[in-house]
């Protein structure tokens, strides 16, 4: 309704609602997790979480790529309280790219927890293992725990060079979950997929066989991607049984300051000018920064503006204390933050209860970042609104100009390369660490006779010796240590 405004939005595209795909809990989910859902209010299931349990029932593997906040966490929750409540020994295994996604999870443990009778109550002992974990914790948690949630590096770095600690809990190990699969991509992914190699030759050692639990947003190939990341077959489910409300997709190209150079207005003040309106009308919101200096910018200058609203207007990023970050999600969730200003953290599935607008400064980069932070605003068949304030940028003004190119193009995919030699080698030296290689064994994808090539490298190199048909772990350091799974680059 403004004119300010409405000159400028080249494009807005609207979507209907969609109501959701509601099945009952499938009759072979144990009744005592049942019960336990219908305690929560989970009456029935949407189509692709029903999907999920039965396919992991029937022992498969399962990736679930479904849109933002369409439920994915029932899928692994409910088999992996199965496996509690139906034994004494059963543990599972869930690793999440960020402590925030760890720490949402342990609260949804916590609350099956304290809504179970006693008796199963005490079965579902759940616990974050973490660099932040207090070291005299550690140990109980190893000995105690059922369900321990953890990140990539504490797999990389604190459970598997000491793998003999976790015996027990590997040797009973049912599920392994990894969450926001399509992070792992490119050097990181590659890394982790080795990580994953090494913990498949101690589950093997250990006698384990755990199913794997995989959750995505949407990419072009979820599939694909999740099978070279674990080496093993997966069932795919993307066909997204959630509700949604009315959707409305806009774009914002501010407005020309200088008609002979055609330069625009800038893309902080723009994107400040929409908050305040947004604001004004009390809409819950999120605002994407391309930066934590964009971040910081933002909130310096809402503030002043706003004055008396330093507790609605938030700022979120890496580099915030924890209790910083959860004091700002639980604000979300109970409707006190009215606009939380954050960089790519919260693109990830947080719960934040979902949020009535979202505003996007500049193209994140990629089609699948453009997606998860649209898919940020709505919450159940509540209406919604996306808006993608163009900048300067001359990629920017090409999708102002040309918004239905933008919207046609396929999802990226997510590729990796886990056999790359700088990536690889290292990731051998910490698996021969971690138990002696033997002949005729194989890592990942890679079969005896190109595996014994890195091996007889390394014994030349002097760091494995060979003993009959063994290759064991010969330096003094800690391979682990030596290097990133960020990088390529090691530290010696």
Known sequence: SSQDFAENIPFWSHKEANPAHLVGIPENVDTRVAELLNQKGIQSLYSHQAQA?????????????????SGKSLCYMVPILEQMVQTDTATALLFFPTKALENDQLNSFAEFRQ????????KIISAVYDGDTPTHLRSAIRDGARIILTNPDMLHLGIL???????????NL????????HIYRGVFGSNVANVIRRLDRILAFYGAKPQYILTSATIANPQEHAERLIGRSVVSIAEDG?????????????????????VRKGLLSSTIDFSTEILAKRIQTLLF??????????????????????????????????NDRREIESGLKDGSVKMAVATNALELGVDIGGVDAVLIAGYPGTICSLRQRIGRSGRSLNPSVSVLVTSMNPLDQFFARNPQYLLGRPLEQALINPDNPLILLPHIKSAAFEFPFQEGDHFGELDWEELVEYLDYLVNEGVLQKRKSRYFWLSDSYPSNDYSLRSTITNQ
């Open 115 to 122: 809504l179970a009778k006693p008796e199963i109550g005490q």
């Open 161 to 171: 060079p000491h793998h003999t600690a976790w015996m027990n809990f590997l040797r």
């Open 289 to 322: 920064m391309r930066s934590r200096r964009g971040v910081e910018l933002a909130i310096h200058d809402l503030r002043a503006l706003y004055p008396g609203k330093t507790l609605e207007v938030r700022g979120y990023r890496s580099g915030y204390l924890k």
């Open 174 to 181: 049912k599920y392994i979950v990894i969450d926001e699969v």
């Open 53 to 69: 349990i039965e396919s992991l029932h029937h022992g498969a593997n399962v990736v679930v790529s479904t849109g933002t906040a």
């Open 242 to 262: 959630s509700p949604h409300g009315e959707r409305n997709f806009v774009f914002y190209n501010p407005p020309i300051i200088n008609e002979e150079l055609g």
